[in-house]
């Protein structure tokens, strides 16, 4: 079983970047898929960018499109989420999630194991 967990966030003025990445505990994150989601007091999770177990295919949602890219070191265990242009509207805490699947990686349900997820607060 896999345990991911996030680090990177925290407050950067709008127009700024942000890395975050997801390592794990247990087994090797290289075995899974991973996706970032998502989520704000009161709503769902919601999608933001996935990448496949080899790295070899990238997903994202159409409003993180061109600003932010996800990318893999399965070397290092790491998963990362380079976020540039950052705007107000991208504050929320952002989870790590690992899937067995390389199908459907843009849907909360398919993933099985999910970090506590770090805050990211964009202020305008």
């Known amino acids: 079983q896999v345990q991911p967990v996030e680090s990177g966030g925290g407050l950067v003025q709008a127009g700024g970047s942000l890395r975050l990445s997801c390592t794990a505990s247990?087994?090797?994150?290289?075995?899974?898929?991973v996706g970032w989601f998502r989520q704000v007091p009161g709503k769902e999770r919601e999608f933001v960018a996935a990448i496949s177990w080899s790295g070899g295919s990238t997903v994202y949602a159409d409003s993180v499109k061109g600003r932010f890219t996800i990318a893999r070191d399965n070397a290092k265990n790491m998963v990362y989420l380079q976020m540039n242009s950052l705007k107000p509207e991208d504050t929320a805490v952002y989870h790590c999630?690992?899937?067995?699947?390389?199908?459907?990686?843009?849907?909360?349900?398919?993933?099985?194991?999910w970090g506590q997820g770090t805050q990211v607060t964009v202020s305008s």
């Open positions: 247990g087994q090797t994150l290289s075995l899974y898929s």
């Open positions: 999630g690992a899937t067995g699947s390389s199908q459907g990686l843009s849907y909360r349900m398919v993933y099985q194991y």
